[in-house]
């Protein structure tokens, strides 16, 4: 079982990822989808928690070793840069999605030196408008983004090219298809919810349950 699967197991261990293609959720988009994926409830499982922690800084030292500092994307990413950060003794800030409407007015909050290289560490990408928007608030400040880390992927092509177009390296723990794929091996879905889930990647804004 190579790494990717691993961190499914995992996330499929905690129920931190639910299946539900006969009964979908609906995302804040409006959005039809039969997964939901909340890597935060991971963090109350301190062996789990470990295992993810240990995966994210491998990535982290191998592929973004020259960062001079980890960022974490607010909300859900902060804990986890921060659990990073620590492990590879790395000073540690994080991103709101939009400046703090009173005191200071931060956006990027900790300290920080322009021209610093940042690793940037996320929990979950969908469409990747969100982790880029936090790209573009540290390139603001004048920090140097030397790539993205994250615990999880939709996997969609829209998020695929965004993070191409703009050049930014990305490396995501485990997918959306490798987690697919290990659930219908444990028996977790069959093959009509395979194929219904499987169909739902490939247009999600239009997909409506059949």
Not at 15 to 31: D, H, I, M, Y
Not at 101 to 126: P, W
Request: with cysteine; charged share 25%.
């Amino acid at each position: 079982m190579n790494d990717a699967k691993v961190v499914a197991e995992k996330l499929l261990q905690v129920n931190a990822v639910k299946l539900r293609p006969q009964e979908p959720f609906t995302w804040a988009s409006g959005w039809k989808s039969p997964i939901y994926c909340d890597n935060r409830s991971v963090l109350s499982f301190p062996f789990v928690r470990d295992f993810i922690k240990s995966e994210l800084c491998n990535v982290l030292f191998e592929q973004f070793g020259d960062a001079d500092c980890i960022a974490g994307v607010a909300t859900g990413a902060i804990a986890w840069g921060a659990l990073a950060a620590d492990q590879l003794k790395l000073p540690f800030i994080y991103v709101r999605p939009k400046p703090k409407e009173h005191g200071l007015g931060n956006q990027v909050e900790g300290l920080f030196e322009k021209g610093q290289k940042i690793a940037v560490v996320e929990d979950l990408v969908s469409t990747g408008k969100s982790s880029l928007q936090a790209v573009d608030a540290l390139l603001a400040a004048g920090l140097e983004i030397v790539g993205m880390v994250s615990i999880f992927t939709y996997d969609f092509s829209v998020a695929r090219k965004a993070f191409e177009e703009r050049g930014i390296r990305y490396q995501p723990l485990t997918s959306y298809p490798v987690l697919l794929e290990l659930a219908r091996e444990k028996g977790q879905i069959n093959d009509e919810e395979a194929a219904l889930l499987l169909k739902w990647s490939e247009d999600p804004a239009n997909w409506n349950g059949i």
